[in-house]
């Protein structure tokens, strides 16, 4: 009797956790050593509630009502749409499969999570086995042969904790893991799908906001504030923009201790040289004595009208750094003093993480492939892997990737940090292979399928 | 002798704002009758300092270096300089008109002010003839024939005062505004130039949020706070929203007064038939005593650590609004208690009105006929008017525009609000003809030129 494979989303929204998902979905229909494809809402909440949806009705019943065989107009695919079936570029287009095309791409292009996403962690096996049993017996009762979990770190985690019990018990139930994070703080990956979009986003988006920076004849010091409690990688994206834009940018990433006296002295010597300042600062960074900056205005007891802290607010400590140096009555930073700065703090906020009209093409197509390689992988008998990128041809030459597989066990609870050598030597700016490294991520445009002027999603439910 | 023609750009940035100097430059360029063709730098302030660019030389020197003939592939134009020379569809392309045309394409999609912006509004000749008679030296001594301004409510009112001055003193000295505003409240246009642009980003991105608010299995109210200090048309895109999306909305604008009990019994009531709401508000609503929202936690004596105030912050006032429901003792509002809501407050700042990643194809297209337009009606002999759009064909059939002239008398110093009847009586909707006029606007897609995965823009000093 055929397995039945079951794929589940879980962590924070990405602009293509969804791709993943399309591919996996696209690639376990095809095939024929599959019995029935499930989904589980809302990740491994949904496992337990045994809250699945079958994915072959759902997406034969979405195909039908939202793309109708007989609308399609063969003469008509989308440029994803077309990439996604290079693979099978012989086969003859038909309105069927164009039809199944029209699916994949715009799931693929939906932002956030198709299926569901939770936050729980699983307990270690050997502690708590309670939750690992209830599962197993989950997976016996739906005959689930493969599962498939699309997250960050900890979902990683729970796949691998998955796979050793399930191994353990001598039983084949093969469990991948599928990457995704805008953090792409993942070890055992060049880089995780989800933070290409992120940084295509945010770098574009810096790169308006110094339009809007110079559009007055003004001094002026624009503070952005980047995702990213532990590792300054959408950070990094300023240093795309910078080398793209008009403005010299301050960089600051949790790699770097933060330190007031320096990021007051940074300013005033760029301001005696240049009216205006990007400054790109992660949400996380920390000072001499391990203080979060967000965390100034509650430990001084200033807190908001209601008495809860508002989400992120570096940036705004930082402007706030910036007023009390303008009206300081100490001569220390005359040029901040003597120019009469406008200052405005900005958060990318949640967009950073969902902004469909502002895709990676190559974050897209790398998170589609991945799904696929990842149903490719359980079919070859593995578990405990998780699919991965490889970067080959060097970092100078044409951009390529291979697609390989990892053990979860290297991936599982680990942060990766931006490299120390690519943090400058003054603290505040990227170097070395940084750009190289960005670049190449950031290629091809490609966003949600507009209808009507505005985008159009896919919800499995 | 041929008089010149003098540009500026004077205002807060939008995203299409360029387009109409586009057009103008592109217009003034070509036609026999004008002289030099100049802008000003930083709008009325770069006439005052005759801080003038000769655009002839400017453009000649950009195009040179941006767009070398010999690299124009005249097989491979951008879709928008296709709609650009719509009208000279019958002219041979040859790589220099194709340079020509990418350079004004890529200006049309740069934004905010190519030539900077100011925000100096001009007092009254009779109170204060002084600037005035400065200006009139300088527009003689430059031989200045044709004044655009390309600007909104004050920039009109600067335009008007020195078509008036001029025409008083019988100097033939036309002077044309240009309309441009994000906030759409000229009057004498049926929407200006900037606006489209605007809410299709912020609708787009609404829907985005949606995503975010629906991957987890949680009751989440999130509040989305947009730009319009004085009247609720920005925040009108929510309106769109709603209607592709697949959350309620709850929407407050400046032409209601703002409730606190009714905004608690709106979510309360909502929060009964629905996991997650979207609330959208303007920045500018007011209580019953006709104090700002976002003046709250000012007003209370609850500063930042810096005792400045953060910019915004009616989403965050109306955030700690549900929190003091949620933890209050008394029973009130017994769903947003019981419901264990996550709340999240949200700003688009800056980037909506910016966002050159995301932008109307209809708005950039008019934008750019609106300065063309400005050109040949200077030409034709007018002087104090604003160049216009009316809609044609009814609110209900296909969507077209006149491109017509209004007295700048009829534009200067006043508001357009919210229509009234478009607000529902339930005071957190928005019907009748609202989306009839607003969905025509967002149509077509259009972004800045990407290059190598980042927008390329167009600075003209």
Same mark, same amino acid.
């Given at each position: 009797m055929k397995k039945n494979l079951l794929v589940a989303q879980s962590g924070g929204p990405t602009a293509v956790i969804n791709a993943s998902l399309s591919g996996v979905i696209k690639e376990a229909l095809e095939r024929e050593e599959i019995g029935e494809v499930y989904g589980a809402k809302y990740g491994v909440e949904g496992v337990f509630r045994e809250d699945f949806i079958n994915l072959r009705d759902t997406v034969l019943e979405k195909k039908r009502s939202i793309f109708p065989v007989e609308s %399609?107009? #063969?003469?008509?695919?989308?440029p994803l749409a077309e990439e996604i079936c290079q693979e099978e570029r012989d086969a003859e287009m038909t309105p069927d499969r164009m039809q199944s095309l029209a699916f994949f791409s715009r799931l693929a292009t939906t932002p956030a999570s198709a299926l569901g996403s939770c936050r729980r962690k699983l307990q270690n096996p050997e502690e708590d086995p309670g939750d690992f049993d209830t599962i197993f017996h989950i997976f016996k009762k739906w005959n689930i042969g493969y599962f498939l979990y699309i997250g960050g770190n900890d979902s990683m985690d729970t796949a691998w904790k998955l796979s050793l019990y399930f191994q353990n018990k001598g039983e084949d139930i093969r469990v991948i893991g599928v990457p995704k994070t805008i953090d792409n703080d993942l070890y055992g990956i060049d880089h995780c799908p989800g933070y290409a979009s992120s940084i295509k986003y945010i770098s574009s988006c810096l790169l308006e906001l110094e339009q809007e920076c110079m559009a007055y004849d003004k001094n002026y010091v624009m503070i952005v504030e980047m995702m990213g409690r532990n590792a300054g990688w959408l950070t990094a994206a300023a240093a795309l923009s910078e080398e793209r834009g008009s403005i010299p940018y301050l960089i600051y990433v949790e790699e770097n201790t933060f330190s007031k006296e320096k990021f007051l002295q940074d300013v005033n010597e760029m301001l005696e040289k240049h009216p205006q300042i990007m400054v790109a600062v992660s949400e996380g960074v920390k000072d001499e004595e391990g203080r979060f900056l967000y965390s100034y205005e509650k430990e001084e007891g200033e807190k908001d009208a209601f008495g809860h802290t508002i989400a992120g607010g570096t940036g705004a400590v930082l402007e706030g750094f910036l007023q009390e140096a303008a009206d300081s009555? +100490? /001569?220390?930073y005359t040029v901040i003093k003597e120019k009469n700065i406008k200052t405005r703090a900005i958060e990318f906020n949640l967009l950073q993480r969902c902004a469909s009209h502002c895709l990676s093409k190559t974050d897209v197509l790398e998170a589609f492939s991945l799904g696929k390689k990842a149903v490719e992988l359980a079919l070859s008998g593995e578990s405990g892997k998780m699919v991965s990128l490889e970067r080959i041809n /060097? %970092? &100078? /030459?044409e951009y390529k990737v291979n697609f390989l597989s990892v053990p979860l066990s290297f991936v599982a609870n680990k942060e990766k940090k931006l490299?120390? +050598?690519?943090?400058s030597e003054n603290g505040h700016s990227l170097e070395g292979e940084c750009l190289d490294y960005l670049r190449?991520? #950031? &290629?091809g445009e490609c966003s949600a399928e507009y209808i009507d002027g505005l985008p159009a999603y896919i919800r499995l439910f």
């Open positions: %399609m107009d #063969i003469t008509n695919l989308s009555e +100490e /001569g220390k /060097g %970092m &100078r /030459g490299p120390k +050598e690519w943090i190449p991520l #950031i &290629r």
